[in-house]
């Protein structure tokens, strides 16, 4: 069985137009991979499909070895975890509760002892665990984003078997959030690959992208138009004609990609 998760010649057509345009994409444990790309280019669209919200007019998606088709709704949550770009709720929880419900595809199948771990280390890592008590509605946006992320977090927090990772989805994570949690965000997607899991995030960011992501996968109107390392995808010339913005790309002192983007001032009005 082939640990992670791999998509293979997907196309979604909506309202008569064609979102997604025989896109390859994989996963592999131990990596985060960041899908970024201009307004439109389908990004949030691919991710859905990615997380089996979605069905593709074609080509399939498959995790841990098998079609994501074949695995029951807790078979897959057991698995894979999914935090949308605004995450919604129902009624009124507190701020844990939401983190515990990370657990539910998990009765009956872990002990009290191991969910409550679970919670407690997701709070941590997210820095929520000082918002137990609180009412979700009486939290900022992104105290909210962060509370979705110890849910997730929570979800997968232990490893499978070798032959099963576990994967996290993300789309747009740092949204909301001030500078300092943007990096733990993302330095705890780091963490979470290291140990083995199959993590891919939409960002926004293309720095933030450039810091964490092994791996990055450019969309534009629907296409992969790159995919590899950041040094790789991001040029001055790709950057200028995905983003339509000019671009400086340069490496700091830890050799880490550096962008500086300003807009062609002659398209101003």
Known sequence: MSAGLQARNISVIAGGRRILNSVDIAAAPGKV?????????????LL????????PQSGRVTMNGKPLVSWSAQERALQRAVLPQTPELASSFRTRDVVELGRHPHRGRATPEQDSHAVAGAMHATETALLATRDCNTLSGGE????????????????????????????EPTASLDLFHQHAILSKARE???QGAAVIAVLHDLNLAAAYADDVVALAGGRIDAIGPAADVFTAERIARLWRVQCT????????IQLSTFPFMSGLR
Do not use: C, F
Request: aromatic share 4%.
């Open 33 to 45: 991979t960041a899908i970024v790309g201009p307004n439109g280019a389908g990004k949030s669209t």
């Open 144 to 171: 909210m984003h962060r509370t979705h992320y110890a849910r997730v977090l929570a979800q997968i927090w232990s490893p499978l078997s070798a032959d099963r990772a576990r994967i996290l989805l993300l789309d």
């Open 192 to 194: 979470i690959a290291a």
């Open 249 to 256: 790309v340069r490496r700091d002192e830890r050799g880490l």
């Open 48 to 55: 859905k499909v990615l997380s089996g919200d979605l069905k």
